[in-house]
Structure formats: structure tokens, C-alpha cells
């Protein structure tokens, strides 16, 4: 007999008066798995998270957690949990009363409630601190205590809202190593919504992308990186070099295309294109090869000399604005490589990629 999934959405809708938020989803997310759903502000991932911890009545569709569903559970008995981006920690009690709460609220005994708070202290790393007021913690360990308080309830499914967006930006950035080991080491299913595409990539077994109310595409995050299904998935994961252009002519999968600036460039076609048809070109900085003459470039299909007009530097995201030698300004942004930390204004340079690694889409509004 087949395991059911901790957590299965099945065409999931949900309407605002006219206003259509989440637009038939279905998901899947198998037991002790890390999946998020990234998305910009506005695009239904939320509605989604308050939809599975019963805060929001979906329009149609059904929620099952291990197999049951769930759309007449009140939210209080839903298998559930929910770490919220502020935490909601209770500044007038303790640590061990803080992740004890639920605990004492479901009428355990007070033995039974310390012997669970010293475990999960324990497991979080932060073991002997029961006595301490929240006030006295780092905005790391805060975040932890947080995860432990919904932890310490052994739900079978933790939604977390954005949790990590009121840290600051080195904290964050430690936190997303400390999360996915909390997830590991309490095997528990985790689904994670988030705007920043480096918290899903970095943490996430499998990643959906949603735009305007749909998943635009779901997979891991190398999928979605070097494999992108969409001009949007294209955009919104990583950073891209993009270009717009007209086709000139189709041959098998690899399209030639004119961009606006007047250069002609090879791509691989995703999706239906044709001659004259309006499409967005998307390649990845490291997709990039820099020479100093035309000829460390001849083996790549994708070719561009001119002058560096101005260096737009920013560490690995630096950027640089190519003045072609038809007198055209193309920005570009530069691979990851101190090879041409030299770079100045007005010095020669020469630009070349590959056609497959180059993505071609249908132009649309992203």
C-alpha cells in the first residue's frame, strides 16, 4: 500500500468578491520534505498557507493531510503549525512557558511538559536557557525558540510565513543553513513561503514558483535554475542577462533572432516560435565568456565586441554597459570570476555564449 503525501492540495481555488487569489493548485509534498513556494508579493502564496492551516476556506478544491482531509477541521485541530515572520513570542513568560503553551493548553501534566520543552531544547541547540526571558535572545535563537514551540506539539506538517524576513541580512543568511538542519533533524514535512528565491533554493527539496495565482512550475532548484519552463521562471530565479528580439529564422530547436539593439543571436527555443514572432532571451552570468580579442571567443555561436561604456560594480553582481561597435548599448552582467577585476570604462571587450545556453521564450509582460 501506497504511503499517502503529509500534504496534498488538490485544485485548490480560492475568490476574493471578483478577484480569483489562488487559481486551481495542486500540489503534492511527500513526509519529511522541505517545500517551499516562491513567489513576489501578491501572487497567492499566503492565501495558499492560510488555506492549509484552516484560517481560509478555500472556494473549491480539498486539503488532505496524510490522506485526510481537512476542510471541516478547525484550525486548533488541524495537524498543523505556523511560524509567522514576527514570531509571536510572549514577552511576559519564559523560554520553557513560551514553547510550553501549547503543551498545557492541550492539558499535559506539568512533569510531562518539562520533560518535552528539555528535549526540543535540546534539539535545537539551545539546551539550559528554560529560564531565561525572550528578550535576552538573539534574533537567532528567538527564531529557533519559535520552531521549537511548534516543534514541541510533533505537528505533522510546519508552515512557515516568511519567517526569516525580519532578520537582518547576515542572520538570514545563517538561518538558512540552521533551518534545513532543524527540518532535518526533525524529520518533520516543512512547506515555506517566501519572495527571496535564495531562501528556496538554498533550503528547499523541491521549490513552486507562483505567479498571479498559478504554479508557473515545481522541481527542484536546479530545475528551475538551468531548466526554466517559463519566460517568468526564467526571470524570477537567478539573475539573467535578457534581451528582447524578433526571430529571423527557426532550425530545429535553435531559433536566430534580432534584439532591439540590432545584434543577431542563436538561442534554444521553449516553445512554439516562428519567424517574426516577439521573444525574450535569458542567459545566466556564467553562461558568459569575456575575452580580450575576438578570437579567444570563435568556438561560441553568440559573439559581441565593443567597448566597456560604463562598470556598474557590485562584487559577483557586477554588470557592465557594452557600447557594439555599430554604436548600440547592450548591458551585460558578468560572470563570477575576478578575471577581469580590471575591467575600465573605454577598454576593449569581447562577449561570446553558447546558443544552448542561451533560453528563448514567447515575449511576455515579466
Not at 557600447?323 to 575576478?338: D, F, I, K, N
Request: charged residues 25%; aromatic residues 6%.
Amino acid at each position: 500500500m501506497t504511503t499517502p503525501p503529509d500534504l496534498e492540495c488538490t485544485n485548490l481555488t480560492r475568490r476574493f468578491g471578483e478577484t480569483l487569489a489562488v487559481d486551481d493548485v495542486s500540489f503534492s509534498v511527500p513526509a519529511g520534505s522541505f517545500f517551499s513556494i516562491l513567489g513576489p508579493s501578491g501572487c497567492g502564496k499566503t492565501t495558499i498557507m492560510r488555506m492549509i492551516a484552516g484560517f481560509l476556506e478555500p472556494t473549491s478544491g480539498d486539503i488532505a493531510i496524510k490522506g485526510k482531509s481537512v476542510l471541516d477541521v478547525p484550525p486548533n485541530k488541524r495537524p498543523v503549525n505556523m511560524v509567522f515572520q514576527h514570531l509571536a513570542l510572549f514577552p511576559m513568560m519564559n523560554i520553557e512557558d513560551n514553547i510550553g503553551y501549547g503543551l498545557r493548553r492541550a492539558g499535559d501534566s506539568k512533569a510531562e511538559i518539562a520533560r518535552k520543552v528539555d528535549k526540543v531544547l535540546e534539539r535545537i541547540g539551545l539546551p539550559g536557557i528554560g529560564k531565561r526571558k525572550t528578550g535576552e535572545l538573539s534574533g537567532g535563537q528567538k527564531q529557533r525558540v519559535a520552531i521549537a514551540r511548534c516543534m514541541v506539539l510533533e505537528p505533522d506538517v510546519l508552515l512557515l510565513d516568511e519567517p526569516l524576513g525580519a532578520l537582518d541580512l547576515k542572520l538570514r543568511e545563517r538561518m538558512k543553513v540552521e533551518l534545513k538542519s532543524l527540518q532535518a533533524e526533525f524529520d518533520t514535512t516543512f512547506v515555506y513561503i517566501t519572495h527571496d528565491q535564495s531562501e528556496a533554493l538554498v533550503m528547499s527539496d523541491r521549490i513552486a514558483v507562483m505567479n498571479a495565482g498559478k504554479f508557473e512550475q515545481v522541481g527542484t532548484g536546479q530545475d528551475l535554475y538551468y531548466r526554466p519552463e517559463t519566460a517568468f521562471v526564467a526571470s524570477f530565479v537567478g539573475d539573467s542577462n535578457r534581451w528582447r528580439g524578433t526571430v529571423e529564422r527557426t532550425e530545429g530547436d535553435t531559433v536566430e533572432l534580432r534584439t532591439e539593439t540590432g545584434l543577431t543571436m542563436r538561442a534554444a527555443a521553449k516553445g512554439a516560435t516562428s519567424k517574426g514572432a516577439h521573444v525574450d532571451i535569458f542567459v545566466r552570468p556564467e553562461a558568459i565568456r569575456i575575452g580580450r580579442a575576438a578570437a579567444d571567443l570563435s568556438q561560441f555561436d553568440n559573439q559581441l565586441s565593443g567597448t566597456v561604456g560604463s562598470l556598474l560594480f557590485n562584487g559577483a553582481a557586477s554588470r557592465i554597459i557594452v557600447t557594439t561597435e555599430a554604436g548600440s548599448e547592450v548591458e551585460v552582467t558578468l560572470p563570477q570570476s575576478g578575471e577581469f577585476a580590471d575591467l575600465q570604462r573605454g577598454a576593449p571587450i569581447h562577449i561570446g555564449f553558447a546558443a544552448d545556453q542561451a533560453n528563448c521564450f514567447a515575449a511576455g509582460g515579466t
